[in-house]
């Protein structure tokens, strides 16, 4: 089962997490989609609006939210999908997406395909492809910062804004990814950029 939401959370670039007692599935996209009579709008909506007076101190002086960025010559810039065609008798057909712009720049780096049985036809697994190439082209810079446990509401994929001086960031959006709690319930975060 876990392998089952695990392949549906990669194929519709979507997070899988517990909420309480809910398991939900939350798709990384920032943008309304519609089609076969349904649509999906984003929640955009912060949290909270996160500057130094809130955050707590990692210790050793060091500034209190640390950025780690992703060398964009080694992002991922063509990717292959495999897909099952129904329009010829259920043939594998491997569907190759790219970002021409940063193959140009750096080369191209890709990664084996992926296996996506559950499309059975050309534009879904494209759509699929696209948003997966995307998200391994340019979201490239991770945040980590603490908090105190007056923020323990917060979960993983609600969107903070955060301040902060030294790394030039203000009301800059990031998407949290991870939240691990101390024994002294303080929240050790890592999030997101937002592209």
């Known amino acids: ?13 979507s ?11 939350i798709p990384y996209g920032d943008a309304a989609l519609s089609a076969n009579d349904a649509s999906w709008n ?6 909270y609006d996160l500057g130094d007076s809130h955050f707590l101190d990692f210790g050793g002086g060091s500034d209190p939210v640390l950025l780690t960025r992703a060398d964009p010559a080694e992002m ?5 999908i495999e897909y099952m065609d129904s329009t010829n008798g259920y043939d594998q057909q491997v569907l190759p997406v790219w970002d021409q712009g940063l193959i140009d720049q750096y080369g191209i780096r890709n990664e084996p395909s992926v296996q996506a049985h559950e499309f059975t036809n050309p534009t879904s697994a494209t759509i699929s492809a696209q948003l997966q190439l995307q998200r391994k082209a340019y979201v490239r810079n991770r945040y980590k910062f603490k908090l105190g446990w007056r923020y323990s509401l917060l979960e993983p994929m609600d969107i903070v804004l955060l301040n902060d001086a030294a790394l030039g960031l203000s009301g800059a959006a990031v998407r949290i990814v991870q939240i691990d709690e101390d024994d002294n319930g303080e929240l050790t975060i890592i999030a997101e950029e937002i592209p």
């Open 42 to 47: 984003p929640n955009l909506t912060w949290q």
């Open 15 to 25: 997070a899988v997490l517990w909420s309480g007692s809910l398991l939900k599935i």
């Open 1 to 13: 089962c876990a392998r089952w939401l695990e392949e549906i959370a990669q194929l519709t670039v």
């Open 76 to 80: 991922t810039n063509w990717l292959g």
